[in-house]
């Protein structure tokens, strides 16, 4: 049904842009040129209404993409136990894969949890009432011009606040009219590496891994 409805929309504005531009073309006294002039300039009027902010969104978009997107590794950390993660982020997979002893996350209605593993090698979450990670991971949200998302993951050291690792992934949402459009998609970039595989043990490097 939505689809029939653009497609309405579409076409209704195709029609009045094609009876407008007639319209104009017969007001207008002086010649074949002059008509000729109005017609193009009334038609790329019509064009540009739609898709005006499509060249700068996706220079822009190609621009974050080929400049701010991806890993950046400021320092690395090395015989990492656990860390804090504030915004999801890979859970058990941090001790049942990548060699941290712990994790340490928070659960709407439980409060904070530290998952680590039993001695037969399962994921246990014990409730905690304060942290012992030195080092968190925390996700930032924003929105850029043109219909741009960036979504930032960073690793930082909780007690000097200095950032150690960012991970960067653009989104880019389309023009003006794309945005509206339920199926209209653009592939993110910066997203090449696996998050947790790649990025956290990039940054800090697992107790198991370094010993």
Known sequence: MLL?????????????????????????????????IVGLLSAGTFLLIPSWDMIPGQSYFRHLCQTEAGLKIYKTIEGVEGFREYS??????????????????????????????????????????????RYAVREIREKLDWNVRKVQKVIFDERTGERLGIFNIF?????????????????????????????????????????
């Open 88 to 133: 999801g982020g890979p859970a058990s997979d941090a001790v049942e894969k990548y060699g941290y002893r712990f994790i340490e996350t928070e659960r709407p209605g439980i409060g904070l949890l530290r998952l680590s593993l039993d001695s037969r090698g399962k994921v246990i979450k014990q409730p905690v009432s304060e942290a012992i990670s």
């Open 171 to 211: 989104y880019y949402s389309g023009n003006w009219v794309q945005v509206k459009l339920p199926w209209s998609s653009h592939a993110p970039c910066g997203n090449e590496l696996k998050f947790y595989k790649d990025f956290y043990p990039s940054v800090l490097k697992p107790v198991s891994v370094t010993r």
């Open 4 to 36: 029939f409805w653009f497609m309405g929309i579409f076409f209704g504005y195709i029609a009045i842009a094609l009876v407008v531009t007639v319209l104009l073309i017969k007001m207008v006294d002086g010649g074949r040129r002059r008509q000729t």
